[in-house]
């Protein structure tokens, strides 16, 4: 994301929090796969952040943002591609997006991860800026021989005179019985004119795109899934990042109909000046049912803290109640944030598989100094009615180590977690270090800093949890189920 969003407000319950730690968890081997090969001097370097990922058997792609700018987007787009299930990696950046590599774009931002398994090709589409970071074209990068090389970036979207792109995201249709087998779909919004909803497909594997009709809404965030049917389903937050809706399509992404309210979203400004927000993380299991994951505070007292919530629907428009991740307990200090949910399409029903990578902090209670930032993980082999214990990745992280924007210091606005070909979880986050030389703070430090891509050395396998969440809810925002959230644009 390249904009500022909106500062959120939280009603706060007349209730005291008690203080407690975040339980030990066990820490796991990591793997470095993608570092910043770029060296223009108007960026930070060595800085890659904000990764996504999607696997198709045993062949996996990460790519992030690399070389970020503190004004708004990246050098380039750096990936990482394994074939052996995600043991081992090749990187690379694509290539034609910047002018730091040939391209039209003056920056790069957003990437995101697809697989059109009909036409056999990977797609990574990203958000082209200007020199005025503009968002000026949703693109998409091309590959057809199992991500080992990619093509120069095909348009998905252009913008128009007053247009601003952003926060693009792509997913295609992989289910051979689907009456739309081998679409794919872009959702990204135009900040230029009130956050509106715009959404293309593809029939060709992302050669060419049709934008969709879609309703004249406000939305940020949006994550399009596909159920095995065909449906199309879009959680994402309306602009003010207030409530978390979603809209459907029933026929291919021709048209999708209006943006309905799930739930109010109430959340915690993230201390230490760490960019963040509670952006919607959404997958899908083999029988449909959506994943939906995002920051909270409606279970603390006082909006002490976030927590990771999350709500479920079988048919995209019938939703769970929200339910809280027992990574600690209600009355601890831990701070969690920027999540990425990642379902096992293989599994379904109670058996269904679901991970989650996140951020944290032990102790919310902290400044830009003092803050430690590390990387957790849990599962379930339930579809979530039980979780695992907390797996404590890496940490802890010095702020004054992760590259500087405008919204506060950068490890992405998403983190990613996807399932392999062997049924086991792989987060992709990112680690950063003290810079190796010019002080301790990247910001100044470049082109010194040390923050790369990295997953875990060994995938995780889901297992039956212990640990479940009954908590009350003792915050409540003002935004209720129904359509007003997502009102129309003026």
Not at 13 to 32: D, E, F, M, N
Not at 77 to 86: C, E, K, M
Not at 191 to 219: H, Q, R, Y
Not at 325 to 348: A, E, K
Request: glycine share 12%; with cysteine.
């Amino acid at each position: 994301m390249h904009v500022k969003r909106a500062v959120l407000a939280a009603a706060l319950a007349a209730t005291a929090a008690l203080v407690l730690s975040v339980a030990a968890g066990a820490t796991i081997p990591v793997l470095k796969i993608a570092t910043d090969p770029f060296v223009n001097s108007t960026s930070q370097h060595k800085t890659v952040v904000e990764p996504d990922s999607f696997f198709f058997g045993s062949t996996g792609v990460a790519a992030a943002q690399s070389g970020r700018f503190t004004d708004g987007g990246a050098s380039g787009i750096v990936f990482a591609r394994s074939i052996d299930n995600g043991a081992s990696y090749t990187s690379g950046t694509l290539p034609g997006i910047t002018v730091f590599q040939g391209g039209p774009f003056a920056r790069v931002s957003d990437p995101s991860v697809a697989h059109d398994r009909a036409h056999g090709v990977w797609m990574v589409s990203s958000l082209g800026l200007n020199a005025s970071i503009t968002g000026t074209a949703v693109i998409v990068n091309r590959s057809t021989n199992g991500g080992a090389t990619w093509g120069n970036p095909v348009t998905v979207r252009s913008a128009a005179a007053g247009q601003d792109f952003d926060k693009n995201w792509t997913v295609c249709d992989n289910t051979t019985s689907s009456p739309f087998f081998g679409r794919c779909y872009t959702v990204w919004d135009d900040f230029g004119n009130g956050n509106k909803l715009m959404i293309a497909f593809s029939t060709d594997g992302g050669l060419n795109w049709t934008l969709s009709a879609t309703p004249n809404v406000g939305v940020i965030g949006g994550q399009p899934v596909v159920q095995p049917n065909g449906n199309v389903v879009v959680p994402l937050d309306n602009s003010s990042e207030t409530a978390l809706g979603f809209t459907i399509s029933t026929n291919g992404g021709v048209s999708f109909g209006n943006a309905f309210t799930i739930t109010s979203i109430t959340a915690k400004t993230d201390p230490g000046g760490i960019r963040s927000g509670p952006l919607p993380s959404a997958e899908v299991a083999g029988d449909g049912r959506i994943f939906v994951v995002w920051e909270d505070c409606r279970f603390r007292a006082n909006c002490s803290t976030n927590d990771l919530v999350f709500v479920t629907s079988l048919n995209g428009t019938t939703w769970s109640a929200v339910q809280r991740i027992p990574i600690d307990p209600t009355s601890s200090v831990v701070d969690h944030f920027l999540p990425g949910v990642g379902v096992d399409r293989n599994t379904s029903g109670s058996t269904t598989k679901v991970a989650v990578t996140f951020y944290f902090y032990p102790n919310v209670n902290c400044t830009f100094s003092t803050c430690q930032l590390h990387v957790g993980f849990i599962s379930s082999s339930d579809a979530g009615a039980t979780f695992g214990p907390l797996i404590d990745v890496a940490g802890p992280m010095a702020l004054s180590s992760l590259p500087n924007t405008t919204q506060g210091r950068m490890v992405g606005d998403y983190i990613s977690t996807s399932f392999n070909g062997s049924f086991q979880a792989r987060g992709y986050f990112i680690i950063a270090n003290p810079p190796t030389g010019g002080g301790t703070d990247c910001a100044t430090a470049t082109p010194n800093c040390d923050v790369s891509l990295n997953t875990f050395v060994s995938g995780q396998s889901s297992s039956a949890g212990t640990v479940t969440a009954n908590d009350p809810v003792v915050l409540t925002g003002k935004a209720q189920p129904g359509h007003s959230a997502f009102s129309h644009r003026h």
